[in-house]
């Protein structure tokens, strides 16, 4: 049982383009967001995060949008650059604490010149 | 710089011969953890530690086992690997606060890419 999605296994945007990832949860207990970036032959490494107490968390080009509703969050990454080219993770982390993050399957961003 | 080392990077192993992956870790986080990844698939959590207190997945096949001598190293035993047990496996590192609980973000390491023969 999936409880995080990521329903597009690959995206191809333009350079200069809005990238535009998403990502959908099932648990409604899940209460901490975040987003990792993965490149080829190495570690996934954090980007952002969002706490479910905010619709929104910007940090330079990226932001994420919370919308717990529709138990979903989206990556937005505007300008997309090369190397943004990469695999990107959707994570959660649920009320209880249980030290687990809960990561969804990745989708491969390819930024086409 | 503070970071999460995995070594080695590459590990090559035969069918059923016990191989060990080591973490190490300068953050002092108290959370460690080790995932499997296969491509096109999650990090799948095979075990972590909260401090010296051993949480093992459900699924995780006796095969694999975990050591956790200090703060700093954490180990990775796959006592007979089997061609399926080939994958990328990677550390991570994560500060649990003692009062609220609250996790923050895992760091990970590079990750061991292992091949079975």
């Known amino acids: 049982d999936q409880q995080v999605k990521q329903n597009s296994p690959s995206l191809s945007v333009q350079e200069g383009r809005i990238s535009i990832l998403n990502c959908d949860y099932t648990?409604?207990?899940?209460?901490?967001f975040l987003w990792y970036k993965k490149y080829p032959a190495e570690g996934p490494t954090f980007l952002i995060s969002?706490?479910?107490?905010?619709d929104k968390n910007e940090d330079g080009r990226f932001t994420v949008f919370l919308n717990k509703s529709a138990k979903h969050l989206s990556l937005h990454i505007v300008p997309s650059q090369p190397g943004d080219s990469a695999v990107y993770f959707c994570a959660a982390i649920p009320m209880n604490r249980d030290d687990k993050i809960i990561f969804g399957k990745g989708t491969r961003l390819h930024i086409l010149p | 710089d503070a970071m999460v080392i995995q070594n080695p990077r590459y590990q090559v192993t035969q069918f059923g011969k016990p191989v060990t992956l080591s973490c190490s870790q300068t953050l002092n986080h108290n959370v460690m953890y080790w995932y499997q990844q296969k491509s096109s698939q999650a990090p799948k959590l095979l075990f972590h530690?909260?401090?010296?207190?051993?949480?093992n997945e459900a699924d995780t096949p006796d095969n694999f086992q975990s050591r956790r001598p200090n703060t700093s190293f954490c180990f990775l035993d796959i006592r007979s690997p089997g061609l399926g047990d080939a994958a990328m496996y990677l550390c991570?590192?994560?500060?649990?606060?003692?009062?609220?609980?609250?996790?923050?973000?895992?760091?990970f390491g590079p990750g061991t890419r292992l091949t079975v023969l």
């Open positions: 969002i706490s479910s107490i905010k």
């Open positions: 530690y909260y401090d010296k207190d051993f949480n």
């Open positions: 991570a590192t994560s500060r649990k606060a003692w009062t609220s609980g609250r996790l923050d973000e895992q760091f």
């Open positions: 648990n409604s207990m899940f209460d901490y």
